[in-house]
């Protein structure tokens, strides 16, 4: 398989779940501003959507999307538990929270990571919008080790990816301490080093 990505990006999930399942995988970094790879050659031929990641299967076919590419990972190592069988309730309640993180921590941050945002929205989004969903989160945290239950699924490699923002934005968590154990937890798995290790740190979606 072939994942193309963009460092420190939101696919860098999607790295973290193919580690974690221990599937071998081949990564083409992705410039999304200019929407070129490293060979010349335009995302755009792969994806016209624009965006990352896109997986490019064995046998041709492409999945986009970050959510729909994790499920698929997860799906190929049942044994890792990053995703319950299909037909439970344990595997909706992982995906309520994959959509959660989606919807509304990653659609919330994303206007931080853009230049054109006006700084009077990027203020209104670090005093108010994103603590609201700070807030859900903590609670959950407080709970349970991992988002859906006591087991870290493809939920957590998401909501972390998105989590590491912070530290670009100068947020601090400590209002928040659910979250910053929650943080130092999946940072010390080994995957999640493996898939970090020699990324940049400057997310780009």
């Known amino acids: 398989m072939k ?3 963009t460092p420190g990006a939101c696919s860098t999930a999607s790295l973290i779940v193919l ?6 995988v081949e990564t083409v970094a992705v410039d999304l501003k200019t929407k070129m790879l490293a060979d010349g050659s ?6 016209p959507k624009g965006q990352v990641p896109v997986l490019l299967l064995d046998n041709g076919e492409i999945l986009t999307e970050g959510p729909v590419i994790m ?3 997860a799906d190929q190592a049942p044994q890792t538990h990053l995703l319950p ?10 995906l309520e929270w994959v ?3 989606a919807t509304e921590l990653h659609k919330t941050f994303s206007p931080l990571n853009r230049p054109n945002t006006p700084v009077e929205f990027k203020e209104l989004t670090k005093a108010t919008l994103l603590p609201r969903v700070f807030g859900v989160l903590n ?3 407080g709970k349970s080790p991992y988002l859906a239950g006591d ?6 490699a998401y909501a972390f990816v998105v989590l590491r923002w912070t530290q670009l934005q100068q947020i601090d968590l400590s209002p928040w301490p659910n979250l910053g154990a929650y943080m130092e937890r999946i940072g010390a798995r080994a995957s999640v080093r493996a898939a970090l290790m020699g990324i940049s740190e400057e997310p780009r979606s």
């Open 3 to 5: 994942l193309y990505h």
């Open 19 to 24: 580690a974690e399942a221990g599937i071998p």
């Open 42 to 47: 335009s995302l755009l031929k792969v994806n």
């Open 71 to 73: 499920q698929y990972v």
């Open 85 to 94: 069988p299909p037909g439970g309730l344990e595997r909706l309640r992982v």
């Open 99 to 101: 959509n959660y993180v």
């Open 139 to 141: 609670e959950r945290l």
């Open 151 to 156: 087991t870290f699924t493809i939920a957590d």
